[in-house]
């Protein structure tokens, strides 16, 4: 099959590339930074600066099959996040991480690359929703995904920028930005507060917190904070499956859950949108490395 952008069209500095058999991509070369995009899921799978450690996590035994979604950098998790509202039945996540995206545009700018996708069409996922994503690559990322309703009823959507953060070891670092917030443990199916200071991860853990930072990963181990900030999103979710659940996960190694933390700018839980007909709703997340 051949790829579904023709070279012709990439401005210097970009690649026409597969990911993987059948899974076409996007590489991205800057005197910065260098960067991929996988069409398949319009996800951001790497972005790393030059003579630095990747902002991102990959995981190194992710599946790349058409049908499978892609473990690790920003997986989009749209038009619904978790499971279906009303049908068991759907994907977790949604639809958007294993459909097709295509390109509408790519362009160099002063600090980097500017793209933007077209996501998958709402046959695909049975509601009225279309979905579109800008990048913006160089100095940091900045990722917006906009959910509009072409439909005559208003529809509703919860959403995700899931992004694994890549991190030098997790029982080192601390996420601050978010303390005293309200959250819903999704393990304990309860709802809880943070407490006053910085976080620091001793468990596996799956919060909704209510409540869109800023926030600072902060990684001593690789001399780096992780500056992390949304707009279009009331909750963050964080999540590590820890020691056990990666045991559990087929497509992580048995050490990769020490490689990242997921902080996820979201429309998740009650933070959910309902879009009235014609209106739109963009989610959005910046990623920026800063030294310690
Ligand atoms: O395994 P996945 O479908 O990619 O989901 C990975 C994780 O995503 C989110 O962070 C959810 O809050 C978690 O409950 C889920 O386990």
């Given at each position: 099959m051949s790829h579904p952008v023709h070279p012709d069209l990439l401005p210097p500095g970009v690649r026409a590339i597969d990911i993987a058999p059948g899974l076409p991509g996007l590489a991205f070369q800057h005197p910065a930074f260098s960067a991929t995009l996988s069409l398949y899921g319009g996800q951001l799978l790497d972005f790393t600066p030059t003579g630095g450690q990747p902002l991102l996590y990959l995981s190194p035994q992710s599946r790349f099959e058409d049908g499978k979604a892609i473990r690790g950098g920003v997986p989009l998790c749209w038009?619904?996040?978790?499971?279906?509202p009303q049908d068991a039945g759907q994907p977790q996540h949604g639809v958007a991480r294993t459909a097709p995206w295509t390109v509408s545009a790519v362009a160099r700018s002063d600090d980097g690359f500017h793209v933007k996708l077209a996501g998958p069409r709402p046959e695909l996922h049975g509601s009225t929703l279309e979905a579109s994503l800008t990048l913006q690559l160089g100095p940091g990322v900045d990722i917006a995904l906009t959910s509009r309703n072409l439909g005559n009823e208003p529809a509703s959507v919860s959403a995700a920028l899931h992004s694994y953060l890549a991190v030098s070891d997790l029982r080192d670092i601390h996420l601050s930005g978010l303390e005293g917030a309200g959250y819903h443990d999704k393990l304990r199916a309860e709802h809880a507060t943070l407490p006053a200071q910085p976080w620091r991860f001793t468990a596996a853990t799956d919060a909704i917190v209510a409540a869109a930072g800023p926030c600072q990963l902060h990684d001593p181990g690789w001399q780096r904070r992780i500056a992390i900030s949304s707009s279009g999103s009331a909750s963050t979710v964080v999540w590590t499956p820890w020691q056990q659940g990666a045991a559990n996960m087929a497509d992580l190694p048995d050490d990769g859950w020490q490689r990242f933390l997921c902080v996820e700018a979201a429309n998740a839980g009650s933070d959910a949108r309902l879009l009235a007909p014609g209106a739109s709703h963009t989610l959005r997340q910046q990623l920026q490395l800063l030294a310690l």
């Open positions: 038009p619904w996040f978790g499971a279906h």
